[in-house]
């Protein structure tokens, strides 16, 4: 069974502009997860989405939003890229949305630089 | 206090050993743990997940959860070179039903094993 997908793996943005990264989860997995992560403040729960609609959210400002398609694919915007952006965004799957027993999946996530 | 406490490391353990990793939690309502592996560059990879007290194996891993003291750790038998890597404690408290997409990670433990 393939795994999480992203695309792109690799970003580079100017500040001001936006980005939008897409995440594929693994076959028959219907909630998404997206995650932060940088050398300083480690891994960041962003958002999550089932049923293409947001289920609980992070810590982030409004520029940061997502949406889910109704085949579980999802994809996160950032709009206003400042510096502070430039991270590895994590994309993670699992099959349902509630229980506890419920692994997550992480795919190899996207670069992304901001200049 | 930090959600989430991960022995500071560096460990550096010889091949062979026995390699001890060690969580606090805050969240007396955590319910899942996990523990995954990253190589430098790479994304997360669990290993283990265990919800009930008490032990659960794998291979060489061995989780152990606590849930009285909060308290989880992974010990790893017969360390060899390839399990050197970052290993990320991660909870997710469940209440409502709403938070187990949300993991909350510690900052890492730096493993090396040494030949």
């Known amino acids: 069974k393939a795994g999480v997908t992203q695309t792109p793996r690799y970003l580079i943005k100017t500040r001001g502009q936006q980005v939008t990264l897409s995440c594929s989860p693994i076959s028959g997995h219907r909630s998404v997860s997206w995650y932060q992560q940088t050398p300083g403040q480690g891994l960041q729960f962003l958002f999550e989405?089932?049923?293409?609609?947001?289920?609980n959210k992070g810590n982030f400002p409004g520029r940061f939003s997502g949406r889910q398609f109704s085949n579980s694919r999802s994809e996160m915007n950032v709009s206003t890229l400042e510096l502070g952006d430039s991270a590895l965004y994590l994309c993670a799957s699992r099959q349902y949305w509630g229980g506890p027993v419920n692994e997550q999946f992480f795919g190899p996530g996207t670069r992304l630089t901001v200049l | 206090q930090k959600e989430v406490e991960q022995n500071s490391g560096p460990l550096s353990v010889p091949e062979g050993a026995i390699a001890s990793l060690n969580c606090t939690y805050s969240d007396r309502g955590s319910q899942s743990f996990f523990w995954y592996r990253q190589y430098s560059g790479k994304s997360p990879e669990l290993i283990m997940f265990i919800y009930s007290n008490g032990d659960k194996e794998d291979g060489r891993f061995t989780a152990q959860l606590n849930k009285a003291s909060q308290y989880v750790s992974l010990l790893i038998r017969d360390s060899q070179p390839s399990d050197s890597a970052t290993y990320l404690c991660?909870?997710?408290?469940?209440?409502?039903?709403?938070?187990?997409?949300?993991?909350?990670f510690g900052q890492g433990t730096i493993l090396t094993v040494h030949p």
């Open positions: 989405y089932f049923s293409e609609t947001q289920r």
């Open positions: 991660a909870v997710s408290s469940g209440a409502g039903g709403t938070s187990y997409g949300k993991l909350t």
